[in-house]
């Protein structure tokens, strides 16, 4: 067993990712066809923690070229932690790739150079789960179908490729125990169940990695050498636990939030249940004051006095008098 430093970590992958060979050994593994050669553009994401301003996550985008001389542009992103709003960075992540004018490939022709927009490849590395699907290792393979028929098309278009994207997601959780094909065996470098009592490294089997994956490990051993990588390891928990501790906080007041509003709308019900009652009550008595009214009229009509009104309605004879100048 040989302890390597815990690729999950961001300064641990961007120190991995670093070496040009060892990149392309990973990203040709991932994606299942040799990368010729690659312009790798990492990408630092600054977030204030107090008065700091820190390197929380890290992106990475290269721009390969295949055995067959065709280019493509891989987005390649690392997410430890589940963090709220995780899906909407990743869709805002992709527009900025879609939209970045450097994104394209000049092409020579006959008539007049063009610029050819590069199809774009995601991959995902997650420290967490999907919600159904198991598989350590998941492709998103797009395929041209003929709607009538259903028969695949196989010949690729410019629009469709330059418009749409593969993915290729990788859940860490499930690669413990697997070691089914070389991705995998290559992949039990982040391998979480490995884990040493400090989370930053873990103790991997040697030789259980193909011989010609060593170079990763190397480079992962180096890592764990290196003073400023094993410091920022620190600094890297101390964040995902400060913005942990945010998401509690503000889930917790949405949860106070949300009990207030209930109580508000409870309230709420019970005023307008008053205030229906008292409405009802009111035609009550503007119903029974009517009806008085009318019997008052028609009992002085028949000769019946002011006085004997008021004891006959249990009023005194100023409010009979009244209703008589009200009604006449």
């Known amino acids: 067993m040989v302890e390597i430093a815990n690729p999950i970590y961001d300064v641990v992958f ?42 929380l996550r890290m992106d990475f985008n290269a721009r390969i070229l295949d055995a067959d001389g065709n280019q493509e542009l891989v987005i390649l992103e690392l997410q430890k932690a589940k963090m709220a709003g995780d899906i909407m960075r990743f869709r805002r992540y992709l527009g900025e790739q879609y939209a970045n004018k450097e994104n394209v490939v ?28 198991k598989a350590p290792v998941v492709r998103v393979n797009r395929a041209y179908i003929d709607a009538a028929t259903g028969e695949q098309i196989h010949e690729k278009e410019e629009f469709i490729e330059s418009l749409t994207h593969d993915s290729i997601i990788i859940q860490i959780p499930y690669l413990e125990g697997r070691r089914r094909t070389e991705l995998e ?43 400023v990588v094993r410091e920022t390891m620190e600094g890297e928990d101390d964040i995902i636990e400060e913005i ?39 035609k009550t008595i503007e119903i029974t004051q009517k009806r ?24 005194s004879e100023t409010e009979v008098s009244a209703i008589l100048d009200k009604l006449r």
């Open 14 to 55: 961007k120190y991995l990712m670093r070496d040009e060979k060892v990149a392309k050994l990973l990203l040709s593994a991932i994606i299942g066809k040799e990368v010729a050669s690659l312009e790798f553009r990492p990408t630092e994401h600054h977030f204030p923690v107090g008065e700091l301003l820190t390197v």
């Open 106 to 133: 000049r092409e020579e022709s006959a008539e007049y150079p063009r610029r050819k927009a590069l199809p774009i490849l995601s991959i995902y590395f997650l420290g967490h789960t999907l919600a159904h699907v």
């Open 185 to 227: 065996q290559l992949l039990a470098l982040f391998d979480q169940s490995s884990v040493t009592s400090n989370p930053h490294f873990l103790a991997v089997d040697e030789d259980e990695l193909p011989e010609r994956y060593r170079p990763l490990l190397c480079r992962l051993q180096k890592a764990v050498a290196d003073p």
């Open 244 to 282: 942990k501790d945010y998401q509690r906080q503000i889930m917790s007041k949405e949860q106070i939030i949300e009990a207030r509003e209930k109580v508000i709308e409870a309230k709420d019900q019970v005023i307008e249940e008053k205030d229906k009652a008292i409405e009802e009550k009111v």
């Open 292 to 315: 008085i009214e009318r019997a008052v009229l028609k009992s002085f009509a028949g000769g019946t006095s002011i006085e004997d009104l008021a004891d006959m309605f249990e009023l």
